[in-house]
Nanobody, 127 residues
Framework: QVQLVESGGGLVQAGDSLRLSCAASGRTFSNYAMGWFRQAPGKEREFVAAITRSGSSTYYADFVKGRFTISRDNAKNTVYLQMNSLKPEDTAVYYC????????????????????WGQGTQVTVSS
């Protein structure tokens, strides 16, 4: 089992920045590909960003390209989501997700690709 715990959410104004963190425990973190998803009220959970287990490759949803950056520190068992130029439409609960990966270069973007999920952290962006 892998336990994932998100932190760093909060209430900010449009244009501000936040950095979300996801701390993992339970297994060798460097064996796991990681991703961030979000879910707004009344909407389905959607993909935001993903990173390979080594951190060598990343992939983003179009609506966050150029504003969000996913990264990881395998020594700290943590994956991050740096969010800049936040917009009110970024308001959602943000979830960290992980799965074991044989490939060091593959990024997973589908909700069903992931096995482990955190409890989520609320991000609210006011206009």
């Amino acid at each position: 089992q892998v336990q994932l715990v998100e932190s760093g959410g909060g209430l900010v104004q449009a244009g501000d920045s936040l950095r979300l963190s996801c701390a993992a425990s339970g297994r060798t973190f460097s064996n796991y590909a990681m991703g961030w998803f979000r879910q707004a009220p009344g909407k389905e959970r959607e993909f935001v960003a993903a990173i390979t287990r080594s951190g060598s490759s990343t992939y983003y949803a179009d609506f966050v390209k150029g504003r969000f950056t996913i990264s990881r520190d395998n020594a700290k068992n943590t994956v991050y989501l740096q969010m800049n130029s936040l917009k009110p439409e970024d308001t959602a609960v943000y979830y960290c997700a992980g799965r074991s990966s044989v490939s060091a270069t593959y990024v997973y973007t589908r909700h069903d690709d992931y096995v482990y999920w955190g409890q989520g952290t609320q991000v609210t962006v006011s206009s």
